[in-house]
């Protein structure tokens, strides 16, 4: 960076002594802020709150590499000796102050009536006054503003906390070697995202303002202007920590190498050396995945639904209904983890994931660098890569990413906001056994948004003590839903055990329904395994009621046992009245005189005369794979083949990033797809 471009940012700035630093921040208390800042704390630097300018880390210095973070004193006759922020970057941050590891999101209790109660805890609201962020820290807080307060689901307690932020930023004057952030365009000059902006000389501060809140702190405590010296004194010392920090990632295509690269051999490698730990996470000041803890009393009336940090490093992670995990090894794990960061992210929400920090890599136990596996795996740029496949949310429009030729895709379909978030009641009717594990709840609300529902969006279901599950509708009725549900695990099973009258809290619909209307004029296909066939069955409704806009209708059923079946007398009566309906059980008794064998077989001897098909798949992952080979090779075309995918979707509204499939959070982007849009990723283990 040539020093002369930054003179007309540096226009107007005053002088802040060192010794008057304690003004500053009895200014910022006196405004009813509480003041984070860095402090010495356990060998390391983090953000705490602090009383006074004493509590900063003045003449302590910090050196990194991966895997090590040292402090040091400075020498009592280096220059720096008296300076307050020549350390680099606290390991924290500032995300702990604006997206706390934990918090209390919700509360459902049983109230004295039988009644159901559900409070959506208040966000909360005490001003915040950060002094000591770095650019890397106000890129990261960009980051966040747009993934928790700019899409079309918010983060209330994180808008409410970012609504009362004053920051004051400290322009780098040391770089550590684990720093990168010339490499990601986010540092070490601060230019955007901060009130205040100090670069630190000898004597105290070159002190800017860049908002009005900023301006009326510095007007406040009435300081000389610092006069051409000491602005270039400012200026040159970052323009040095850019020269040499270099450019030690190429960010030029790094999308598209690393998504072509998903099957290399070096994700195995740094899985034999990762701990899957959760580090690398933990410091990271944009990751954002959260998981939900429940609490409840003795007696199950009420419990608190605590919104907690986690990491896709856990082997809980991506865990589902049944037990297994579709993200089972560290290689996995890894892998989904530095595509977000440094592909994908872009595709989701228009910006890299990372900020260039370092962190990571100073925090790993055993020294591994992201900026060397980048190398490895994605290779030096090339200027004729294939481009990545689009991302697959509705409506998405391109971005040109400035230094790549990629066009990332962001959503502008939903508006900020737009999602709903708030739980209301529903009461149960009826509750109809269909299997041993199965039963079919009928609920009556009078809710709007959940009346409208559509077939293939499914609903957060919440009762007092158990999990928050995310749960299909399978049908749609003018005065409420209905809910197929499988006892997998201690929500679903408590569920499938309520009586008449019982009330449930649900918050919908959410999602992507069947895009029913793409058949119009077509032959229809319906494909469903086992508990496949609930979130089909809303479809069917649909397809029956406007029968003339379709040609053909058949509906394909596979189960692994007579009694697995579902709405077995529904399916009766409808072939009865002339649908065509095959059915096939994978393994049967005597008793069973119809099809056995897996659902492909339904269609061995079907000639390939598809063209005019749409298709509509759910059930097991492995099922809809072999089921889509099966169409592809009848010519049923992949645009015009759907499926519906399960993952653990614990959020339901794409904040939490448990139901990551490459770049779709398949919750928000789904849960239905054309085969397509998935293209490889359907196919792939483990992405």
Known sequence: MVIENRWPVMAGARFLPVGRLDDLIGALHADGRRVVGPVVEDGGIKMAEIERAAELPFGWTASAAPGLVRLSRRPANDRAAGRAFDNGPAWSGIKPWTFPSRVDALTV????????????????????????????????????????????AIDPDYAARRADLLVVAVECALATSTCFCTSMGTGPEVTTGADVVLAEVDGGFVARSDSPAGERLLAGLDLAEAGPLRVG????????????????????GLHDRLLANLDSPRWEAIAERCLACANCTLVCPTCF????????????????????????????????????????????????WLTHKFATWWDQFGSSGCVGCGRCIAWCPVGIDVREELAAIAGPAITDLPAAAPATTPAAAPIAVKGTRILAMAPTALQPGSIRTDYVTATVTEVRPETADTATLRLVTGDAALLAARP????????????????????????????????????????????????????????????????????????????????LRGLLDQVLAERDRFSSIRVYLGARTPRDRLFVAEMDALAAGGLDIRATVDRA?????????????????????????????????????????VLGDLDVPREHTWLTLERRMECGVGLCGHCQLGSRFVCRDGPVFSVAELGDDLRREGL
């Open 233 to 252: 004194a400012a200026i040159e010392q970052v323009t040095k920590v850019r020269d040499a920090m270099g450019h030690a990632v190429e960010a030029e």
């Open 289 to 336: 995945c959260t998981g939900t803890v429940i609490e409840s009393d003795l007696d199950g009336r009420e419990s608190s639904a605590t919104r907690q940090w986690d990491s896709c490093f856990t082997a809980g992670f991506a865990q589902v209904a049944g037990g297994g995990s579709f993200r089972p090894h560290h290689a996995d794990r890894y892998r989904q």
């Open 589 to 629: 008794g005597p008793e069973w005189l119809g099809r056995v064998g897996i659902i492909t077989d339904i269609f061995r001897n079907a000639k390939a005369t598809g063209q005019n098909v749409t298709a509509f798949v759910c059930g097991p992952e492995r099922m809809m794979t072999a089921v889509v080979d």
């Open 456 to 535: 293939g969006q499914f609903v957060m279901v919440a009762v007092p003590a158990f999990a928050i599950p995310p749960i299909s509708i399978s049908r749609i009725n003018p005065d409420g839903l209905e809910l197929t549900i499988r006892a997998a695990g201690p929500a679903t099973s408590f569920m499938t055990r309520l009586r008449p009258g019982a009330e449930l809290a649900l918050r919908g619909p959410l999602g992507r329904p069947w895009p029913i209307e793409d058949a119009y004029g077509r032959d229809v296909a319906i494909v469903a395994g086992g508990i496949g066939l609930a979130p």
């Open 109 to 152: 209790e049983t109230r004295e009536d039988g009644s159901l109660g559900v409070r959506v805890e208040a966000p909360a609201n005490q001003p915040t006054a950060v002094i000591g962020a770095r650019a890397c820290d106000l890129a990261a807080l960009a980051v966040h503003d747009r993934v928790l307060a700019g899409g079309p």
